[in-house]
């Protein structure tokens, strides 16, 4: 069974003991949080698709640890201006661990 969740303005596919990279939470590592925007439940032979959600579908997710991703670098040019800056950026991310989906 697994389930195509929306989740801080992404979208997901969530099953049993899947674990998720998502945007940075404020939840402390440990803590359980319930998803209830499901876009679409398969379980094998039988799919539901929400209009936009499915009604009653919940989605359990406990919180892992916080961490950066690789370094993205931003290089700005302009010719002949003597003009140039380098810029670099890491985004947060929180590991998240799928515990249960249920279809109600």
Same mark, same amino acid.
């Given at each position: 069974?697994? !389930?195509?969740?929306?989740?801080?303005?992404?979208?997901? &596919?969530?099953?049993?003991?899947?674990?998720?990279?998502?945007?940075?939470?404020? !939840?402390?590592?440990?803590?359980?949080?319930?998803?209830?925007?499901?876009?679409?439940?398969?379980?094998?032979?039988?799919?539901?698709?929400?209009?936009?959600?499915?009604?009653? !579908?919940?989605?359990?997710?406990?919180?892992?640890?916080?961490?950066?991703? &690789?370094?993205?670098?931003?290089?700005?040019?302009?010719?002949?201006?003597?003009?140039?800056?380098?810029?670099?950026?890491?985004?947060?991310?929180?590991?998240?661990?799928?515990?249960?989906?249920?279809?109600?």
């Amino acid at each position: 069974m697994y !389930a195509i969740v929306e989740f801080k303005g992404n979208q997901y &596919k969530a099953e049993k003991d899947a674990v998720l990279e998502v945007s940075k939470l404020d !939840a402390k590592d440990g803590d359980v949080i319930t998803i209830d925007t499901v876009l679409l439940v398969s379980d094998g032979d039988k799919v539901s698709v929400g209009s936009p959600y499915v009604k009653g !579908a919940k989605v359990t997710v406990k919180v892992g640890e916080t961490f950066k991703d &690789k370094k993205v670098l931003v290089f700005k040019y302009k010719s002949k201006k003597d003009y140039h800056r380098l810029i670099g950026h890491r985004e947060q991310y929180t590991r998240v661990t799928v515990q249960d989906v249920v279809l109600a």
